[in-house]
């Protein structure tokens, strides 16, 4: 995707006017409390002219916002993840935190807000696989309005395929639509198939709540050894996609908020997708 530029008679907007804008659509109560979601490098009164933006905050991402001149990376992924007690060039993480800081690049992520935030990482996933029906109701019935802890939002989407099919059938189906090499699964192929519970990145922990509100599968990104030996023992059906591959569309949809909220207030800002992204992790054929 080329460089999506939105002008008219216009100013450039602060880092914080971004993060707003951003945050009313994933707020940060949506967030699980070990989460480091918002702006976590930079200057909020920084101002932004070009915005870079990736799935993960990378070196290779952080270069490429360098390399086009970005004020600020918008990712997924949150860095650092947990707190940390020193920032030295000694780790992966601080030397990414220091090259930011040296090219003066803010960084804003949006990541267990955004994977919950309705239009957001899961429902993404939903329209990818055209499921029908979606239940966006999952968790003890509260809406987002209370964000209270015992009633957040559940990161599953449930929905129903457009007629039952295999197991088999449908791992067919979801390679072609994610254009993976391959994917892990747990399950009788035979098995047939009619609601599937949908979670991006790692969610294979969730298959209890999956089977509880009726999927006969769970697709996701990462799935564990015993929540698939759990589950298989269930009768549950299990899709391991690809923590990268069930995410990486997020940023698209990153890109299209920001489109439009500059549209709408008069921003003069220029919008670039790290297109030389990809998976660290290779399937060994």
């Known amino acids: 995707m080329g460089p999506i530029k939105v002008s008219m008679e216009t100013q450039n907007p602060l880092v914080s006017d971004i993060l707003k804008a951003l945050l009313g659509w994933a707020p940060l109560e949506l967030a699980e409390d070990w989460d480091n979601a918002g702006l976590t490098v930079g200057d909020p009164y920084q101002s932004v002219k070009k915005i870079a933006c990736a799935l993960d905050p990378s070196i290779a991402s952080i270069e490429f916002a360098h390399d086009i001149e970005a004020d ?168 391991g996609a690809g923590h990268f591959e069930t995410e990486r569309h997020i940023v698209y949809n990153m890109v299209d908020f920001l489109q439009k909220e500059a549209a709408n207030k008069g921003w003069d800002i220029s919008i670039l997708v790290f297109e030389g992204e990809h998976s660290p992790l290779t399937i060994f054929n």
């Not at 030397?95 to 935030?117: E, M």
């Not at 099919?165 to 639509?177: A, G, H, P, Q, V």
Request: proline fraction near 4%; charged fraction near 20%; charge should be neutral.
């Open 72 to 239: 600020l990376l918008l990712t997924h992924h949150p860095l650092p993840l947990r707190p940390m007690s020193s920032i030295t060039d000694s780790t992966p993480e601080g030397r990414r935190i220091l090259s930011l800081i040296s090219y003066n690049i803010s960084l804003i992520s949006l990541h267990t807000n955004l994977d919950r935030a309705i239009s957001g990482v899961t429902d993404g996933l939903v329209r990818i696989l055209g499921l029908n029906n979606i239940n966006y109701d999952n968790n003890n019935g509260e809406d987002h309005g209370g964000h209270s802890r015992d009633r957040m939002p559940s990161f599953l989407r449930v929905g129903e395929l457009p007629s039952p099919t295999t197991f088999n059938e449908l791992l067919l189906f979801i390679k072609s639509r994610l254009q993976l090499d391959g994917l892990t699964y747990a399950g009788r192929l035979t098995n047939r198939v009619k609601r599937v519970a949908v979670c991006g990145g790692s969610g294979g922990g969730l298959w209890h709540e999956a089977k509880k509100i009726g999927a006969d599968c769970l697709v996701t990104g990462e799935v564990r050894h015993h929540d698939a030996l759990d589950a298989l023992e269930a009768d549950m059906l299990m899709v």
